[in-house]
């Protein structure tokens, strides 16, 4: 058994969460979508018909929703309450307002809290995924990458993702978009010192996981 922590960040769309996963599978670490549990509260938020402009209503849903997250790659499910969302996360709605919850430094302090105790309670074995991880969430991780690629590839995996059922304009809205929006609060295009960036454009998924898999058995 390995021991160690891995933090990934990247814009959506870099494939991070998919080589993140996988990382964890094949060196049988602990798995954390940080992305998931601010698409949880926006899901949460969303039904709780907070105002976006509030920022209190929004900081108290970062509060209050009862996010449960899973850290097993190979069974994903987030769950608010009773309410299974896993999938009801994913959806445009949900993705066009999570920025809204992420843009929020109050809501994000609650939420980089409980990835850092998710995180103490793996013994730190685990990928943890997100915009903030290599920075703020974990800067102290064994492992720091910014997973980049060019906009062309991000939009082409996002779009295979999402089955192909969106239109190109949607498409960079949820992509490009998304990702001007929380490039506002954290910086995730340029890499911090000591984190190492993986330019991925022109690889495959076993490339990427290889090229990573190469940094982790680099530092255990
Ligand atoms: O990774 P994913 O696309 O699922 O992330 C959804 C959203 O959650 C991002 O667009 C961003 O607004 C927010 N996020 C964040 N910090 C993280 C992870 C995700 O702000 N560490």
Known sequence: QV?????IDGPSGSGKSTVAKEIARRLDLGYL???????AVAWWAMQQNVDWAD??????????????ISTDPDRQFVRVGDTNVTEAIRTPEVTSHVSSVATVPA????LVARQRGIIADSGRRMVAEGRDITTVVAPDAEVRILMVASEEARMQRRG?????????EALRAQVVG????????????????????????????????QAVMDLVLRAV
């Not at 809501?107 to 609650?110: D, L, Q, S, T």
């Not at 295979?160 to 190109?168: I, R």
């Not at 001007?180 to 454009?201: E, P």
């Open 178 to 209: 998304r990702d001007a929006k929380d490039s506002t609060v954290v910086n995730f295009s340029t890499a911090a010192d000591g984190v190492i960036t993986l330019d991925n454009s022109d690889l495959n998924l076993e490339q990427s996981v």
């Open 160 to 168: 295979a993702q999402l089955g192909g059922s969106q239109n190109a």
């Open 55 to 68: 920022t209190h209503a929004v900081v108290a849903a970062a509060q209050d929703a009862p996010v449960e």
């Open 3 to 7: 021991q160690v922590l891995v933090a």
């Open 33 to 39: 979508d940080t992305g998931a549990m601010y698409r």
């Open 107 to 110: 809501a994000r302090e609650v």
